[in-house]
């Protein structure tokens, strides 16, 4: 055999299964979310998943979706997206592409915008019509963010660990 292997996977592929994969430490356990920041030159960057912040532990915070404001986990809850974008510690995000699991929330899109990064490549938009993903969206749109949904390839990607 000569030539080169003709059935590795694409940018996207890969980049989209980091995302996935770093969703999977996540605790949450309704919603896992993860991302992957990447520079134009296809290096990964930063990775983050939703979880609780630093110091704030996962037995003592509350996971519930339902009950009071304070026994719900959305006020304590930090996104995929800012964990990411937290995460980073080499300088600059300009002109970064941001793969994720789940559309970015409006303040996800706030912290987007502001790091610099272009392109959002994102795999589910289940909240889509929500006020949340359509005040997203209008700022993206405002500050020129690029974003449009992965091309499932349907291929099964396993990894032995």
């Given at each position: 055999?000569?030539?080169k292997?003709?059935?590795?996977?694409?940018?996207?592929?890969?980049?989209?299964?980091v995302?996935?994969?770093?969703g999977?430490?996540?605790?949450?356990?309704?919603?896992?979310?993860?991302?992957?920041?990447?520079?134009r030159?296809?290096?990964?960057?930063s990775?983050?998943?939703?979880?609780?912040?630093?110091?704030?532990?996962?037995?003592?915070?509350p996971w519930?979706?339902?009950?009071?404001?304070?026994?719900?986990?959305?006020?304590?809850?930090v996104?995929?997206?800012l964990?990411?974008i937290?995460?980073?510690?080499?300088g600059?995000?300009?002109?970064?592409?941001?793969?994720?699991?789940l559309?970015?929330?409006?303040?996800?899109a706030?912290?987007?915008?502001?790091?610099?990064?272009?392109t959002?490549?994102?795999?589910l938009?289940?909240?889509?019509?929500?006020?949340s993903?359509?005040?997203?969206?209008?700022?993206?749109d405002?500050?020129?963010v690029?974003?449009?949904?992965?091309?499932?390839?349907?291929?099964?990607?396993?990894v032995?660990?």
């Amino acid at each position: 055999m000569s030539g080169k292997r003709q059935d590795y996977i694409s940018w996207d592929e890969y980049f989209m299964g980091v995302a996935k994969m770093s969703g999977m430490r996540s605790k949450d356990p309704s919603t896992q979310v993860g991302a992957c920041i990447v520079s134009r030159d296809n290096k990964i960057l930063s990775m983050g998943y939703n979880g609780f912040p630093l110091g704030c532990s996962d037995d003592d915070f509350p996971w519930a979706r339902e009950g009071e404001d304070l026994d719900k986990k959305y006020v304590y809850t930090v996104h995929s997206e800012l964990n990411a974008i937290l995460n980073y510690r080499g300088g600059s995000l300009e002109g970064a592409k941001l793969y994720v699991s789940l559309f970015p929330c409006n303040e996800c899109a706030k912290a987007i915008i502001q790091a610099g990064i272009k392109t959002i490549i994102y795999d589910l938009d289940k909240y889509a019509e929500s006020a949340s993903v359509l005040a997203s969206k209008r700022m993206l749109d405002a500050a020129g963010v690029r974003y449009y949904r992965y091309q499932r390839t349907g291929r099964k990607i396993q990894v032995d660990v």
